[in-house]
């Protein structure tokens, strides 16, 4: 993807969440700021940034997922 400028805004999930599922339902790709250390060193918390879009198949091993846990958390992390 080639590079773009985008503006960064800060949103609640819960008012957020069901806007981006509708949008990747429409097929458009959504970037995010990634949050936490859970992928350091490959990806570093509010410095590198996503690009979210809609599972083309069944979900294989090393591809990165955006889920939600039973307890209502968000989190997006490789298979």
Do not use: C, W
Not at 24 to 52: A, C, Q, W, Y
């Amino acid at each position: 993807m080639e590079e773009q400028n985008f503006t960064t805004r800060v949103v609640d999930a819960q008012v957020y969440i069901p806007m981006l599922r509708s949008i990747l339902e429409e097929g458009k790709i959504v970037p995010m700021i990634i949050t936490g250390n859970s992928m350091s060193p490959f990806l570093i918390s509010h410095r590198d940034r996503i690009f979210l879009k809609k599972a083309e198949g069944d979900l294989q091993v090393g591809d990165m997922a955006f889920f939600r846990r039973p307890n209502g958390q968000y989190v997006f992390h490789r298979i």
